[in-house]
């Protein structure tokens, strides 16, 4: 059953990095992946991130690209990896790779390699956002406690129209009773406030999904979330 909401946009802003996307360990594991014989654990967590962006700009831009591809997709065969690795130089990756589950991650590469080969790569283009979303009763507010992350890609989805991209692509799993894409689609998102008929939530996604919400104050949508295995 789909719920009626009334959204208000309260914040957008483009960005191209996420907070805290890469950690200490991230750096260290990338630094032994390039063969790097120091003591790293020796090194605080600036010294590491130095010494990485360092040695990631010694080497050409498309083996860079596979020593991040390889720490960010560990699973993926080495063949798979230098085909990545080689579309990264000509490809928006973060948005027009097949599979939406891996553009977070190729959100977080372009940023770092972008930075070790000064602007070699694509400029990543993601969008951070704020709403508040209201009901009319609260139960109906139960469904971001179900299934949060499907229930407001639905929400995003159904407040752009049926011609928008997200609405082609993800038409059966918008309508239907499950979205596992939905991760692929908005990658960070949290519940900042809950006031009973209206909850305030942040995310940030790629622009390529968000940007019809630029210029937008507030809108009506439905959405509803998945079902119960």
């Not at 080689?86 to 790779?97: I, T």
């Not at 406030?193 to 305030?200: E, P």
């Not at 940007?211 to 079902?227: G, R, Y």
Request: include cysteine; charged fraction near 25%; proline fraction near 2%.
């Amino acid at each position: 059953m789909q719920s009626k909401f009334t959204v208000q946009v309260d914040s957008f802003k483009k960005t191209n990095k996420i907070l805290n996307a890469w950690s200490g360990e991230d750096y260290k594991a990338l630094l032994t992946l390039m063969g790097f014989d120091d003591d790293v654990d020796a090194m605080d967590a600036a010294e590491r991130r130095e010494m990485c962006m360092m040695s990631l700009s010694d080497l050409k831009p498309e083996e860079a690209a596979v020593v991040v591809l390889t720490h960010l997709f560990p699973k993926l065969s080495r063949g798979k990896v230098e085909q990545m690795s080689r579309d990264m130089l000509n490809e928006s990756s973060w948005e027009e790779y097949p599979d939406c589950l891996y553009h977070e991650r190729f959100f977080n590469a372009y940023g770092l390699l972008r930075e070790a080969f000064n602007g070699k790569f694509a400029k990543p283009t993601g969008a951070e956002m704020t709403l508040t979303v209201t009901a009319a009763h609260v139960e109906e507010m139960a469904i971001f406690d179900a299934s949060m992350h499907s229930a407001i890609v639905r929400l995003l989805a159904s407040g752009q129209g049926d011609d928008a991209l997200i609405n082609r692509l993800y038409e059966d799993q918008i309508k239907g009773k499950h979205f596992p894409e939905s991760k692929g689609i908005v990658w960070q998102l949290k519940q900042i406030a809950d006031n009973g008929v209206s909850r305030q939530f942040s995310l940030v996604s790629s622009f390529f999904w968000l940007e019809n919400f630029e210029q937008m104050d507030a809108f009506e949508a439905v959405s509803h979330a998945d079902a119960e295995d």
